[in-house]
C-alpha cells in the first residue's frame, strides 16, 4: 500500500501536469497545493524526475484497471471491448475538463529532451496497444477481422490515431475530434471482413 503522504502528492501531481506540463509545475507549488512539507516530498522522491515517474506509473495503474476490465468483458464482442476502453477513457477526459492524455502531453513536452521518458512513456503506449491487440486478436479468431491483418499494427494504428484525437480535444476543449476518430477507426476495421 502507498503511503498516504506520497499517494496524496501523486494525485495531486497527475492533476497539475496535466494542467500545466513538467516544465510548468514547480515543487513548491505542489507542496502548497497539497499542504505538504518539503522534507516529506524528498522523503518519497528523490527529484522531480523521480516524482513525475512516480505519477505516470500512478497513471498507467489506472489504464490498466480500465483496460483490464475492458479486454476480458466475454459478455461483449471483441472490438466492441476494444473501443469500450476508448470510450471510457473519453469519460474520464470528459471529467478532466479534455485536457487530453497525460502520456501524450509529456511524451510531447519531454521525448526530445529526455531519454527516460521517451522510452518511459513509449513503454506505456506499447502495452495498452498490447492490450487492443489482445481484443483484436480475438475479434479476428471470431472472424470479425479478416485473417491476414495485422493486429499489431492496427492496434498501434488505434492508439497513434486516439493520441492525435486527444490532443485535438485538449485544443478545442471537446469530445468531437475523440468521437470522430472513433467512429472512422472502428467503421473502416469492420469493413476489413
Known sequence: MVHPTKQAL???GAEMLLEQGYHALGIQSLL???????GSFYHHFNNKEDFVLGVVDLYMDQVHEVLDECVKDQSRPPLERARGFFEKTRTKYREEGYLGC????LGQELSGASDVFQS???QCLSEISAGIEACLRQAQTQGDLPEDT???TLADLLVNC???AALRSRLRRSPDPLDEMLDFYFSAAESLD
Open 32 to 38: 502548497t497545493e497539497t499542504g505538504i512539507p518539503k
Open 102 to 105: 497525460l502520456l501524450g502531453g
Open 10 to 12: 501523486l494525485e495531486a
Open 120 to 122: 518511459r512513456i513509449e
Open 150 to 152: 495485422d493486429v499489431g
Open 162 to 164: 486516439w493520441e492525435g
